[in-house]
C-alpha cells in the first residue's frame, strides 16, 4: 500500500476495495527481499534456501528474476 501511495484506510469501515496503480520491478524486489527477512524472523526457508542467502544472491545478481 504504501509503494503505491495510497491513503491509509480503516479496514472494519471500508471493505473490498480494489486497487489500482503501478510499481516498479526495483520496488517489487525490495518488497520481496522484506519479505525475505521476515522468513529469516520466523526460521523458514524459501524453496529450501536460507532466506539470508537468497536475500544475497538477488543483491549481487544470482538469483534470477523472473519476467511472468
Same mark, same amino acid.
Given at each position: !500500500?504504501?509503494? /503505491? *501511495?495510497?491513503? *491509509?484506510? @480503516?479496514? *472494519?469501515?471500508? *471493505?473490498?476495495?480494489?486497487?489500482? %496503480?503501478?510499481?516498479? /520491478? @526495483?520496488?517489487? $524486489?525490495? !518488497?520481496?527481499?522484506?519479505? /525475505? +527477512?521476515?522468513?529469516?524472523?520466523? +526460521?523458514?526457508?524459501?524453496? +529450501?534456501?536460507?532466506?539470508?542467502? /537468497? &536475500? &544475497?544472491? $538477488? $543483491?549481487? %545478481?544470482?538469483?534470477? $528474476?523472473? &519476467? @511472468?
Amino acid at each position: !500500500m504504501k509503494a /503505491l *501511495k495510497e491513503a *491509509k484506510r @480503516d479496514r *472494519k469501515k471500508t *471493505k473490498n476495495i480494489k486497487h489500482n %496503480g503501478n510499481i516498479s /520491478l @526495483d520496488v517489487a $524486489i525490495e !518488497m520481496s527481499k522484506e519479505i /525475505l +527477512g521476515t522468513c529469516v524472523s520466523v +526460521g523458514c526457508t524459501v524453496d +529450501g534456501k536460507d532466506p539470508k542467502d /537468497l &536475500q &544475497q544472491e $538477488i $543483491i549481487d %545478481g544470482d538469483e534470477e $528474476i523472473p &519476467q @511472468d
